[in-house]
C-alpha cells in the first residue's frame, strides 16, 4: 500500500463549479497536511496545509481533514480555466513530507 | 529574499557522465531537501539536511549519488555515471521544520536529461 493515495484523474468540470479532490494515507502518526499545486512543467507550490479534524477554508480552497478515516481532500469552488493543474497530496509522517502521484484538474471553459 | 535557487534549470548529459546540481535555500531555512520527479508520478524523496548535518538518505539513492551541504548553506547534488533512468526533474526544497507546518518551498527545480 502506497503512503499516500491519490486518483491520478483527469478530473474534468466546468468553469465555475466546485471541484473535490480526495486523498488517503496510510501512517496513523502523520501530523501535518499539505495540497501542492503543480501546473506542467513547474515545480510544486503550497496553497493548503492542515493539521487539525475539519475544514480549513483560503478564499476559494477548503482543505478537509479526518484523521479517523485518514482522509484529506481539497473543495475548489468557483473553479476556473487557470485552477487546471496537477494537485498532489502531502503528507509527513516523519520529518519529510510524502506526495501522492497527484490529480490532474482540468477545468472547462 | 528571492526564494529557493536551482541551478542549472536543464541538463543534458550523456550517459556515464557525471553531473552536479546546486540549490541555493531560503536563508532562513535550516532544513533543505532534494527530490526527484518523473513524468505522471509526485516527488520523490531523495535526502535530507537539517544545516549541514545530512540526516537522511532515501534507499533509492544508489551509490551513485552524493549530496552536500557545506557550511549550512547551498547544496550540492552529484549523480556519478548518469544512466537514462537518471532522467528526471530534480526539485530542491527548503524549510523551517516541516513539524512546525511551514511546508516546503520548492525551487524551479533541474530538469535532466540522459542520451
Known sequence: QKEVEQNSGPLSVP??????LN???SDRGSQSFF????YSGKSPELIMSIYSNGDKEDGRFTAQLNKASQ???LLIRDSQPSDSATYLCAVNPDQKVTFGIGTKLQVIP | DTGVSQDPRHKITKRGQNVT???DP????NRLYWYRQTLGQGPEFLTYFQNEAQLEKSRLLSDRFSAERPKGSFSTLEIQRTEQ???AMYLCASSYTVTENYGYTFGSGTRLTVV
Open chain 1, 15 to 20: 468553469e465555475g463549479a466546485i471541484a473535490s
Open chain 1, 23 to 25: 486523498c488517503t494515507y
Open chain 1, 35 to 38: 495540497w501542492y499545486r503543480q
Open chain 1, 71 to 73: 482522509y484529506v481532500s
Open chain 2, 21 to 23: 546540481f546546486r540549490c
Open chain 2, 26 to 29: 531560503i536563508s532562513e531555512h
Open chain 2, 85 to 87: 533512468g537518471d532522467s
